[in-house]
T-cell receptor, first 116, second 115 residues
């Protein structure tokens, strides 16, 4: 079974600076998808970014980018120019390409604090 | 555009009581999921459905039952609530792209407390 590990339960960053959230996963599959979700205090689960394992190019979405290292099974999220609204829980998630159910396996999450 | 709607948003139960959480989606998605979120545990899959009339067990199915009688609705039932089921419950849905790259869309969650 696949597992996702977020080893840092909490991090803090100064407003306007850059922060990197780490995520590692374990799988024997070669094709899969990785996601970062954000959960602000409102409790909503918001998709931040996704990465297809077959793509070598790292995904980017505005201030959010990933460093996908397939061989190392690492999928870190970089937030540039941090804003107060970035304060939230962040979850890394894995989805197998096969199986027909597209279930997500989540890490335990990491709480990001943004200091003004 | 409502997306995924969960009912109720909050509920307090006594041990042994039963209740049903309702999830409704208006995006015509084939797949639907129920997760629970506990502090320090992330989200864990309880049950899921790959289409109307189908259900399957996830990672933590014990103590829960589900039904998907209509494509747009996915119900989560607790037959005899236990304090260990105190949690925040999330419903999600996704299309059956067959590729896996379609994100799941989540409801706003239901906070359930069992006394």
């Amino acid at each position: 079974a696949q597992t996702v590990t977020q080893s840092q339960p909490e991090m803090s960053v100064q407003e306007a600076e850059t922060v990197t959230l780490s995520c590692t996963y374990d799988t024997s599959e070669s094709d899969y998808y990785l996601f970062w979700y954000k959960q602000p205090p409102s409790r909503q689960m918001i998709l931040v970014i996704r990465q297809e394992a077959y793509k070598q190019q790292n995904a980017t979405e505005n201030r959010f980018s990933v460093n996908f290292q397939k061989a190392a099974k690492s999928f870190s999220l970089k937030i540039s120019d941090s804003q107060l609204g970035d304060a939230a829980m962040y979850f890394c998630a894995y989805r197998s390409q096969w199986g027909g159910s597209e279930k997500l396996v989540f890490g335990k999450g990491m709480k990001l604090t943004v200091n003004p | 555009n409502a997306g995924v709607t969960q009912t109720p948003k909050f509920r307090v139960l006594k041990t042994g009581q039963s209740m049903t959480l309702l999830c409704a989606q208006d995006m015509n998605h084939e797949y639907m999921y129920w997760y629970r979120q506990d502090p320090g545990m992330g989200l864990r899959l309880i049950h899921y459905s790959v289409g109307e009339g189908t259900t399957a067990k996830g990672e933590v199915p014990d103590g829960y039952n589900v039904s998907r009688l209509k494509k747009q609705n996915f119900l989560l039932g607790l037959e005899s609530a236990a304090p260990s089921q105190t949690s925040v419950y999330f419903c999600a849905s996704s299309p059956s792209s067959g590729l896996g790259n379609q994100p799941q869309h989540f409801g706003d969650g239901t906070r359930l407390s069992i006394l």
